[in-house]
């Protein structure tokens, strides 16, 4: 009985050291937590630079869309705070220069770095 008692106690202890160091390890991501829930302003900053990028990327490709032979092509577009980086492959420079003309257009383009092959 003395033993059952003694062994009740181990546990308990026991338990109840783990699950103080196991509080004491999630104190910290909680407070990491309660940093990320309050709004930053260059961390809102980023998320519309973000948003105003894949709209940027998404016209440009509309814009693209509608030339027929322009559209046939492989492109890919990037926009990184405005620039507008194109990648692909166009048949001849005069159809990779349009390209670049084509995203020059589009509202909100700052800069077109036109990487498109010709193959």
Do not use: C, W, Y
Not at 74 to 89: D, M, P, S
């Amino acid at each position: 009985m003395k033993r059952q008692i003694s062994m009740t106690v181990i546990v308990a202890a026991s338990a109840f050291v783990l699950v103080a160091s196991a509080g004491a390890q999630f104190a910290q991501p909680l407070g990491a937590l309660a940093q990320a829930v309050i709004p930053d302003k260059d961390a809102t900053a980023t998320k519309k630079s973000a948003v105003d990028d894949r709209e940027i990327m998404l016209r440009v490709k509309a814009a693209l869309a509608k030339d027929k032979e322009i559209a046939a092509l492989t492109l890919f577009v990037k926009a990184v705070e405005g620039n507008v980086i194109l990648t692909g492959t166009a048949h001849n420079k005069a159809q990779a220069d349009r390209v670049a003309e084509i995203a020059r257009t589009v509202p909100g383009v700052k800069s077109v770095t036109n990487e498109i092959r010709v193959i």
